[in-house]
């Protein structure tokens, strides 16, 4: 899950409600009764951190890390680390992804994250950037043979073919 997502599922849990925490929030719940984990990197969580520690990010806040560990610790969510085995992997995604320079340096490292967990199905954003990405698309079909239904997605339940 990207940062994205997950401020806009966590605002949504502090009755902050607008179009993207409203989604964010039926998606995630959708996707946790058909049994998906949802997982967070570790870039994500950093990436959360430093949003809630800027004063200057509206209704961003230490709270919502207040929410996350409680998330967490009922095991409705869980961090990934990517272990040593995958480290080639994900350097691999990265320097492939970084070519399209549209995409923030961080989210190049949270897609390449999910896309080296060999547990993930997709990442849900709601970063265009990424989405729209014809080189996201290129490296899923190259790189990702294994996983032809990974998605990048704000929605993965409009999406023919994709892992719900």
């Known amino acids: 899950m990207d940062t994205s997502y997950l401020i806009s599922y966590l605002q949504h849990n502090k009755n902050v ?72 992997r994900f350097t691999d995604l990265v320097s492939r992804l970084k070519k399209d320079r549209k995409i923030d340096p961080t989210d190049v490292l949270i897609l390449a994250y999910s896309m080296a967990d060999k547990e993930s199905k997709g990442l849900l954003t709601f970063d265009n950037k990424m989405i729209g990405s014809k080189i996201v698309t290129d490296v899923r079909k190259e790189n990702l043979r294994d996983r032809k239904g990974f998605v990048v997605t704000n929605d993965p339940f409009s999406h023919q073919g994709s892992f719900p």
């Not at 409203?22 to 949003?51: D, F, P, W």
């Not at 961003?60 to 680390?81: A, G, H, P, T, W």
């Open 17 to 88: 409600r607008n179009d993207q925490t409203v989604q964010a929030y039926e998606v995630i719940n959708r996707l946790k009764y058909k049994g998906y984990k949802m997982r967070i990197s570790e870039i994500s969580l950093g990436e959360l951190i430093t949003v809630s520690m800027n004063k200057s990010t509206a209704g961003v806040n230490l709270e919502d890390l207040e929410i996350l560990k409680s998330i967490i610790e009922k095991n409705e969510f869980e961090i990934y680390r990517l272990d040593r085995g995958r480290l080639g």
